[in-house]
């Protein structure tokens, strides 16, 4: 089974569980509205012994502390379905938040094959902290020019295009091996655009 199929599964499952307790806490939370005893003595003889009225109450009390106990269950599971899973608004935010982050200082232009995938992969990494599982960030390189598809854990796919400007303040001074030569590698100056979809 892959790995998508696998989280997809386990995804329901935890859904499974948060219907679960809320179903149940909804139960107990009628229970304490309605009272728990309420219909069943009516269904007894009138000469049966009923329940004080402090039992009653604190009967309510009980249930509406176990309903609690319920719902606080299931909103920490949905918590923490929401940090294991991304959704495509949170990897279209990531990619704009990383977009921003690389005009925040020069870059020296990368490997021709690779391009700006690692640093964009980092910054929506970053970016994306607490929104989903960092392992499930994927950037591609479109083609060979500087397009590059973003996406995480099949959420949702988006395009960023980079266009890089040589930096106005050079570069990066590269002492020569003998003492005497030396030389720069030039920076560049990034600026990145999000769109929705494949590139």
């Known amino acids: 089974m892959s790995e998508h199929g696998f989280g997809a599964i386990t995804g329901s499952a935890y859904m499974a569980v948060v219907v679960f307790l809320f179903v149940i806490a ?25 329940p004080s009225d402090a039992a009653l109450t604190a009967g309510r009390v009980v249930a509406f502390g176990i309903a609690g ?15 294991r899973t991304w959704s495509a608004s949170e990897v279209r935010e990531a990619a704009e938040e990383a977009a921003e982050s690389l005009a925040d200082e020069s870059q020296i232009r990368s490997d021709p094959t690779d391009g700006y995938a690692s640093l964009i992969e980092a910054g929506v990494t970053k970016a994306g902290e607490g929104e989903g599982p ?10 060979g020019g500087n397009d ?15 266009t890089e400007e040589e930096s106005a303040e050079g570069g990066v001074f590269v ?7 030396s030389g ?14 494949a590139c």
């Open 69 to 83: 106990v319920f719902v606080f269950g299931g909103c920490s599971v949905q918590a923490g379905i929401d940090e």
């Open 26 to 50: 909804a139960a107990f939370l009628v229970l304490a509205l309605v009272g728990p005893y309420r219909l069943y003595w009516r269904s007894r003889p009138q000469a049966a012994r009923q």
């Open 175 to 181: 002492p020569g091996a003998d003492g005497g030569s």
């Open 134 to 143: 960092s392992y499930g960030v994927s950037v591609e390189r479109a083609g």
């Open 148 to 162: 590059y598809e973003i996406s995480a854990d099949g959420a949702g796919t988006v395009c960023m295009h980079v």
């Open 184 to 197: 720069s590698i030039p920076e560049y100056d990034l600026t990145a655009t999000v769109e929705g979809g």
